[in-house]
Nanobody, 125 residues
Framework: QVQLVESGGGLVQTGDSLRLSCLTSGRTLVRNFMGWFRQAPGKERGFVAAIRWSDGRTYYADSVKGRFTISRDNAKNTVYLQMGSLKPEDTAVYYC??????????????????WGQGTQVTVAS
């Protein structure tokens, strides 16, 4: 069994920074991508960022490009989302997710097999 556990959410002010962490535990996970998604109140969950586990290549939604950085620490089996220049519209529950060994698309939820429980990020104006 694979578990993903997010941490690092909280209440911040506009312009602040915050770093989310996602620890993977359980059986060895062979993954193609790990990603971050978010769901704001009243909205559907959407793609934020992803990292290809094999080579560390990163991908971002246009809304966060230049402000957010996804990274990984293989030794710690952890993926991070460094968020900067936060805006009220970044307020959401942030979810960490992992695909299996094959995933043709890193932006689509259905290709992610494992999900964390989510962590709340609130950006006050």
């Amino acid at each position: 069994q694979v578990q993903l556990v997010e941490s690092g959410g909280g209440l911040v002010q506009t312009g602040d920074s915050l770093r989310l962490s996602c620890l993977t535990s359980g059986r060895t996970l062979v993954r193609n991508f790990m990603g971050w998604f978010r769901q704001a109140p009243g909205k559907e969950r959407g793609f934020v960022a992803a990292i290809r586990w094999s080579d560390g290549r990163t991908y971002y939604a246009d809304s966060v490009k230049g402000r957010f950085t996804i990274s990984r620490d293989n030794a710690k089996n952890t993926v991070y989302l460094q968020m900067g220049s936060l805006k009220p519209e970044d307020t959401a529950v942030y979810y960490c997710a992992a695909t299996g060994p094959w995933a043709p698309n890193f932006q689509t939820e259905k290709f992610y097999s494992y999900w964390g429980q989510g962590t709340q990020v609130t950006v006050a104006s």
